[in-house]
T-cell receptor, first 114, second 110 residues
Framework: DTAVSQTPKYLVTQMGNDKSIKCEQN?????MYWYKQDSKKFLKIMFS???????INETVPNRFSPKSPDKAHLNLHINSLELGDSAVYFC?????????????FGPGTRLTVL | GQSLEQPSEVTAVEGAIVQINCTYQ??????LSWYQQHDGGAPTFLSY????GLEETGRFSSFLSRSDSYGYLLLQELQMKDSASYFC???????????FGKGTTLSVSS
């Protein structure tokens, strides 16, 4: 009965590689997000996706691209990985973006770029 | 843009009461939320205040003063399991995503 799931939980890879992280939610929510949490625990929004509308944080490099095959999935593809991409990536979902601001987070994917 | 300030660390003993403050600057305001995150875990929603005043949920309460752009999370009867990071958050100007503070690490000792 997992609400928001992500795979893989850990990802270790070399610089320059391309990788994907998958996210699925079974809550019936219409909005999904990707956040990056750095080593100082700073949580920063990367993307939000609602009803096929993608909102991109302008500070996110275009090496990062979200892909949503359907309302329950929002995958994150990263090209040409760099050392600075090492972080924990969280997927989240909510019913709309407003309201109580309650978002449900996945368990996170710890990405390590060597 | 949106910015939030909260203390980086707070320490307390079991059974005590602790208050974690959060001040914010926003263009447009939709309410203040609080999230808890244990080490190695995911952020989980604790509370949301859209209007001024105190909201109580068990041992945790959250307060908002919109005129002061200020809120706090109050944790009572502290337990060891309350040791975690606590984040205040507001929606961005477009209302499309949360902007988080840098988090307050709470350490509860016996």
């Amino acid at each position: 009965d997992t609400a928001v799931s992500q795979t893989p939980k850990y990802l270790v890879t070399q610089m320059g590689n391309d990788k994907s992280i998958k996210c699925e939610q079974n809550l019936g929510h219409d909005t999904m997000y990707w956040y990056k949490q750095d080593s100082k625990k700073f949580l920063k929004i990367m993307f939000s996706y609602n009803n096929k509308e993608l909102i991109i944080n302008e500070t996110v490099p275009n090496r990062f691209s979200p892909k949503s095959p359907d309302k329950a999935h929002l995958n994150l593809h990263i090209n040409s990985l760099e050392l600075g991409d090492s972080a924990v990536y969280f997927c989240a979902s909510s019913q709309g973006a407003g309201g109580t601001n309650e978002q449900f987070f996945g368990p996170g994917t710890r990405l390590t770029v060597l | 843009g949106q910015s939030l300030e909260q203390p980086s660390e707070v320490t307390a003993v079991e059974g005590a009461i602790v208050q974690i403050n959060c001040t914010y600057q926003t263009s447009g305001f939709y309410g203040l939320s609080w999230y808890q995150q244990h080490d190695g875990g995911a952020p989980t929603f604790l509370s949301y205040n859209a209007l001024d005043g105190l909201e109580e949920t068990g041992r945790f309460s959250s307060f908002l003063s919109r005129s002061d752009s200020y809120g706090y999370l109050l944790l009572q009867e502290l337990q060891m399991k309350d040791s975690a990071s606590y984040f205040c958050a507001v929606l961005n100007q477009a209302g499309t995503a949360l902007i988080f503070g840098k988090g307050t690490t709470l350490s509860v000792s016996s």
